[in-house]
């Protein structure tokens, strides 16, 4: 049974027959030139499995990365980065281990796994990925051990005489012409066959080994060393750093321990943890490497999890070491500053510059040769048609010849990839998937052997693959996008309108912001208003696209996004031009959204004579270039901090000119209302503190003021209609919010208690049993305003119905001040303008008189029923 294999599928591209080579239809597929002769199943569990996973998870990276990532992470971040990334390996080892042990396993590793496990077509996607993968890490290390020898024996380009053993030319074509010959060499090895490269990397390894213990004899038996490291600069100049190396010393290990993370000298970019891990984790996905070599195992089923497993173990346990050996003996100048001080500190450096290309070219040569087996399984089963039908020729001995041409052929046309760590990750999720859906599935087939998994351990490994390639790699989370992008169109459909429910309204807000320098607080605040609904900033640009070259608005839309970024509130941006504020504003309030996304409240600044505060002088993240580099790094989308302070102009001054006149602001409140949308107006939130991300306020000493009354109609008694109820909806968002969640809410009832008519006792009562309908929890405050009212004229003439006395304006003001004075925000009815476009002056004189000098205020007019007393 050793030699059964049914292929997958019968026919391959078009429908076509595919023979092998003129081979007959019904042949074997072995028999690409005929049944080998000889069993090519040679291979034991060390040399078949151990010695090419442990090569394979060696590689470069323990030799010139190691004190990259222990200088960057510290010694207990790099000690964490290995035992994450070692557990996200094993995850996934334990599922190869339930796989290989439930039943015979022929060649192509992994393809063969999953292609029997989740069909044809998942396997055979996965497994020309998975080739694709083994090729351009082959390229990959191929170029790193050129780049090795040209560090020992490469000329001085600029220079024409060759000293000492530099003698090696150097330049694009001779690094092409180094890197033809290891291929060819690596070429040739896999060429005789697997017997031939297991013993070659037997020999590797153990030149490896030497080096290792050369390593750890020289943390002993080399005196403390001072160094001077060189590297050139941005320009011409030139870098020195002096570096120590200290032999073991607490001192050396204490200072190594934390992080500090720093500029790369090589890429020129600030590392973090997320980038040091990654280039730790590129050192773990070499753990299919003899599971790679299934059709060369004697017992496959046996050797792949026993080796892979002792290999893992003795990788794990020579990482582990070599940090805490580099640790407690290199500075971290010697260990950031250069990748190959393991050559400076040996007793004789030669042993590190073997074990650097031993471990190179055994890498090069376990991915050739993996990748040769996985073309050579996809040939077998068809999947591909006549393309790779010469890949099911093998030699007398059962070694896929043609398939390795086909592999150093691709290799010597790649170049680095730098996806090379993402498609082994999606190889390896593959695999979990592969075991989780038998193992779901309950297959009666399914009866592996190897019993140290379970479905959590499938699941847990899949989800950590998915997130280390998102880790290592960020276009991934752009591929990300396209599949949230298709999700959200689909429930944005869903999102049917004509389902809304009183009992599920939410805050659906269009901020209006001119210039975000002096409205930094308000769009912070607000941010605290939305509970979970549509939040967007707009802004109109003036201006008539007819006179313009382009459209100006699409230039500002990364400066905006940014601004978001930087404040840290979850908001959309929507930008337009137009001839008028008022103009714009109606755009945006008809076409902002989709479907059931779209606004319903609108929220604009305060119309006054103050001079704002410039909020990005006040705030270290709009003006500390040196966090931006730190923390945010490279991600910028092209909008660094000088260019964001430089977009968006300096705050107006007093005699600056407005490009909105009183009449068209209080016309963009009507227009709102007019078109069934609630309108909020702040004011004086420049004064309020603590809305910003890093801020740790609860509000547990602040206070949320409620006058549901319109204070400028004082004949109007209902605190039961749609704006007042509005109104207590919007303060009860505000105090269910982080910074907010603990401040006190009161409301203030307005009563004349002189009146001859005591309905008010009965109001209050009638209110308290509404809060209690409505589950907002608020002390309520009487507040006698006789004394106010007394100032309200009542005129005779119709058009003076809208005008209000200063005496009276002034003592709302007055109470106001006399019990809100306090309070962190207020909340105020605005009143609905007058539809008289004369009166809006008026209207807006008003209502600054009653908020003059009140501090932070939102007026709000509701015009949508928003609460609901059943369940």
């Known amino acids: ?91 996934t080892i334990l599922s190869i281990c339930a796989i290989s042990t439930n039943g015979a396993i022929q060649g192509g590793g992994a393809y063969y796994m999953i292609s029997r496990s989740l069909g044809p077509e998942f396997g055979g996607s996965i497994g020309l990925m998975f080739f694709l993968a083994k090729v351009c890490a082959c390229g990959e290390y191929v170029l790193g051990l050129v780049e090795a020898i040209l560090d020992i024996f490469g000329s001085d380009p600029e220079s024409s005489v060759s000293q000492g053993v530099r003698v090696l030319p150097q330049g694009y074509w001779y690094g092409v012409l180094y890197s ?73 290990l204490r200072n190594n321990l934390g992080s500090g993370y720093s500029l790369d000298y090589s890429t020129n970019s600030v590392m973090s943890f997320s980038t040091v891990f990654a280039v730790m984790f590129t050192s773990c996905t070499g753990i299919m490497a003899g599971a790679n070599m299934s059709g060369d195992l004697k017992t496959p089923s046996i050797s792949i999890p026993k080796g892979t497993i002792v290999a893992v173990f003795y990788t794990f346990a020579v990482y582990v070491l070599l940090f805490l050996l580099v640790g407690a003996t290199c500075d971290r100048t ?24 031993c471990a190179s070219l055994s890498a090069a040569m376990c991915s050739m040769i993996g990748a040769s087996r996985i073309l050579h399984a996809l040939a077998l089963d068809q999947l591909f048609g006549l393309p790779l039908a010469p890949a099911t020729i093998t030699s007398s001995s059962g070694n896929p010849w043609v398939a390795v041409l086909y592999t150093w052929g691709l290799a010597q046309l790649n170049a680095v990839a730098s996806l090379v760590t993402v498609f082994y990750l999606l190889a390896y999720a593959a695999v979990d998937l592969a075991c989780l859906a038998l193992e779901w599935a309950s297959a009666p087939n399914f009866r592996p052997t190897f019993q140290l998994f379970s479905w959590h351990t499938c699941l847990l490994g899949i989800v950590s693959c998915l997130v280390m390639m998102f880790v290592i790699n960020p276009i991934w989370g752009y591929i990300s996008q396209a599949l949230i992008f298709h999700q959200v169109r689909k429930y944005l459909l869903m999102l049917d309108v004509r389902k809304d429910h009183v009992k ?25 208003l939305k509970k979970g609904g549509l939040y967007v900033l707009g802004h109109v640009q003036l201006g008539d696209l007819d006179s313009l070259p382009s459209d100006p608005v699409q230039q500002q839309y990364n400066f905006w996004l940014r601004l978001v970024d930087k404040l840290g509130v979850k908001a959309f941006v929507d930008l337009t031009l137009s001839l008028s504020v008022r103009q714009g504003t109606q755009h945006l309030l008809r076409i902002t959204g989709l479907g059931g996304m779209k606004p319903n409240t609108l929220i604009l600044g305060f119309y006054d004579s103050c001079t704002p505060e410039d909020f990005f002088l006040q705030d270290s993240a709009f003006c500390d270039a040196s966090m931006e580099l730190g923390s945010e790094g490279e991600y910028n989308f092209g909008v660094d901090l000088p260019s964001l302070q430089a977009h968006f102009p300096p705050v107006r001054h007093v005699e600056s000119p407005r490009w909105l006149s009183p009449e068209e602001y209080v016309g963009i409140i009507s227009d709102a209302i007019k078109m069934n949308k609630n309108v909020c107006v702040g004011r004086y939130f420049f004064q309020l503190e603590g809305e910003d991300k890093d801020s740790k306020v ?78 907002i929890r608020a002390s309520i405050k009487i507040v006698p305003w006789d004394s106010v009212v007394q100032h309200h004229l009542q005129p005779e003439e119709e058009e003076a119905k809208e005008a209000l006395s200063e005496d009276f304006l002034s003592a709302v003001n007055s ?27 008026q209207y807006l004189a008003q209502v600054e008189a009653v908020t003059n000098s009140l501090g932070p205020t939102l007026l709000i007019h509701g015009v949508t029923p928003v609460t609901s007393t059943d369940l």
């Open 1 to 91: 049974m050793s030699n059964e294999r049914t292929p997958l599928m019968t026919s391959g591209v078009c429908g076509l027959a595919v023979t092998a080579c003129g081979g007959k239809s019904d042949a074997t597929p072995e028999s690409g030139s005929g049944t080998p002769t000889v069993d090519p199943r040679k291979l034991n569990t060390f040399f078949g499995v151990m010695v090419p996973t442990i090569l394979s998870m060696f590689s470069i990276v323990l030799f010139l990365r190691t004190g990259f990532v222990v200088g960057h992470a510290g010694l207990l971040q790099g000690l964490l980065m290995v035992i994450v990334a070692y557990t996200i390996i094993s995850l």
């Open 504 to 528: 599920f309204w939410r805050p659906q807000i269009l901020l209006m912001v001119a210039n975000p320098r002096s409205s930094c607080q308000l769009i912070l605040f607000i941010n605290q």
């Open 180 to 252: 033809s010959v290891v291929l060819l060499l690596c070429l040739l090895v896999c060429l005789v066959g697997a017997k031939i490269y297991s013993r070659t990397s037997f020999v590797i390894l153990i030149l490896v080994t030497v080096s290792l213990l050369s390593i750890f004899i020289s943390s002993v038996a080399v005196k403390p060393r001072d160094f001077i490291i060189t590297h050139k600069g941005s320009g011409n100049e030139t870098l020195r750093y002096n570096a120590s190396y200290t032999g073991f010393s607490v001192t050396t």
């Open 334 to 357: 010697l260990l950031i500053q250069d990748y190959g001080f393991l050559q400076r500190i040996n007793i004789w450096s030669p042993l590190v510059t073997v074990g650097i290309y």
């Open 815 to 841: 109470m106001l001040m006399e019990h809100s004075s306090q309070a962190a925000v207020r909340f105020l009815y605005l009143p609905r303008p007058s539809p008289q476009r004369s009166q809006n002056r």
């Open 698 to 775: 609860d509000g547990s000493e602040r206070t949320i003021d409620v006058w549901p009354l319109n204070l400028l109609q004082p004949g109007s008694r209902d605190y039961e209609d749609v704006c007042s109820l509005f109104l207590l909806q919007m303060a009860c968002v505000l105090n269910m919010s982080n910074k907010w969640r603990h401040a006190r809410m009161r409301i203030f009832l307005n009563v004349e208690t002189e009146s001859s008519d005591q309905g008010w006792v009965v109001n209050e009562e009638t209110f308290r049993e509404l809060l209690k309908k409505l589950r």
